[in-house]
């Protein structure tokens, strides 16, 4: 990514809404499975998954899909110990909407899901003696897909959901910057990139246990916010409100330039 003896910031960045457009993949999946194991009778909309997430808890779309057919639930009266929900056939169904119903060749909602940045940023970046990676809560094989089978990176410093806690825990990041610094020391800058809630919340709790850093939380507004100006609006309000410095609409806006006005 570049000499780690001249490097001058790190910028670490989500994946899920950053990298890749995942309104019509993960959430489409997630929708699905809530309408399934409610029989049909709830169908989260995408301001109904937002509101969700803005709780800062559910990073995890298998955990967020259980959360809202518990809480459908509840609003016919059943109480959560009530519900017979089988966790591991709520995760086989989203994963077949996901991944697809090919165990050898993955066919579902992932293969069409449009890319938010272009190598050459990344490229930029590198040029600046920016170094850079990704902290995800994706699973790896579906970061990877994107990362290598997509963007054609090689082997690129990544840190998924079987590799650290959920996020809004900072370990993630945490490990995710060792590996990018290799134990350069007085790195002035650590930028982290995304585009929810718990992305905001885990630069924050970085800060607390680490606050000999500069770290700095970037909000990236996905897709799917931006159809509406109000929508756009409420939900950046939403990133400052957890900790966003600045936010922006797509991440390639995040230039060498503006990483250096961060620092200032």
Same mark, same amino acid.
């Given at each position: 990514?570049?000499?780690?003896?001249?490097?001058?910031?790190?910028?670490?960045?989500?994946?899920?809404?950053?990298?890749?457009?995942?309104?019509?993949?993960?959430?489409?999946?997630?929708?699905?499975?809530? +309408?399934?194991?409610?029989?049909?009778?709830?169908?989260?909309?995408?301001?109904?998954?937002?509101?969700?997430?803005?709780?800062?808890? =559910?990073?995890?779309?298998?955990?967020?899909?259980?959360?809202?057919?518990?809480?459908?639930?509840?609003?016919?009266? $059943?109480?959560?110990?009530?519900?017979?929900?089988?966790?591991?056939?709520?995760?086989?169904?989203?994963?077949?909407?996901?991944?697809?119903?090919?165990?050898?060749? =993955?066919?579902?909602?992932?293969?069409?899901?449009?890319?938010?940045? +272009?190598?050459?940023?990344?490229?930029?970046?590198?040029?600046?003696?920016?170094?850079?990676?990704?902290?995800?809560?994706?699973?790896?094989?579906?970061?990877?897909?994107? !990362?290598?089978?997509?963007?054609?990176?090689?082997?690129?410093?990544?840190?998924?959901?079987?590799?650290?806690?959920?996020?809004?825990?900072?370990?993630?990041?945490?490990?995710?910057?060792? !590996? !990018? +610094?290799?134990?350069?020391?007085?790195?002035?800058?650590?930028?982290?990139?995304?585009?929810?809630?718990?992305?905001?919340?885990?630069?924050?709790?970085?800060?607390?246990?680490?606050?000999?850093?500069?770290?700095?939380?970037?909000?990236?507004?996905? &897709?799917?916010?931006?159809?509406?100006?109000?929508? $756009?609006?409420?939900?950046?309000?939403?990133?400052?409100?957890?900790?966003?410095?600045?936010?922006?609409?797509?991440?390639?806006?995040?230039? &060498?330039?503006?990483?250096?006005?961060? !620092?200032?």
């Amino acid at each position: 990514m570049t000499e780690n003896s001249s490097i001058h910031a790190i910028v670490v960045f989500d994946i899920d809404g950053v990298i890749r457009d995942v309104g019509n993949s993960y959430r489409r999946a997630l929708a699905d499975t809530v +309408e399934h194991f409610t029989s049909g009778a709830y169908r989260p909309t995408s301001i109904d998954i937002d509101n969700l997430k803005s709780e800062g808890t =559910w990073n995890n779309d298998w955990e967020a899909s259980q959360e809202l057919v518990h809480r459908h639930f509840e609003t016919q009266g $059943k109480p959560r110990e009530e519900v017979n929900l089988d966790y591991n056939a709520m995760v086989d169904f989203f994963q077949g909407r996901y991944r697809g119903n090919d165990p050898n060749t =993955w066919n579902g909602y992932i293969c069409h899901e449009p890319l938010l940045l +272009e190598s050459s940023y990344l490229e930029q970046l590198t040029s600046a003696n920016i170094a850079w990676g990704f902290f995800s809560g994706a699973p790896r094989a579906s970061a990877n897909y994107i !990362l290598e089978g997509r963007l054609g990176l090689q082997a690129p410093i990544l840190i998924a959901m079987e590799d650290a806690p959920g996020k809004p825990d900072p370990t993630g990041l945490f490990t995710t910057v060792r !590996l !990018l +610094e290799n134990g350069i020391d007085n790195i002035p800058i650590v930028v982290y990139a995304g585009d929810t809630v718990a992305d905001m919340y885990t630069v924050e709790k970085a800060r607390e246990i680490e606050p000999n850093r500069n770290w700095v939380g970037v909000g990236v507004l996905p &897709p799917h916010v931006q159809e509406t100006t109000s929508r $756009k609006d409420a939900y950046a309000d939403k990133l400052r409100q957890a900790g966003a410095s600045i936010v922006i609409n797509n991440v390639q806006e995040l230039t &060498p330039n503006q990483i250096q006005q961060l !620092l200032a």
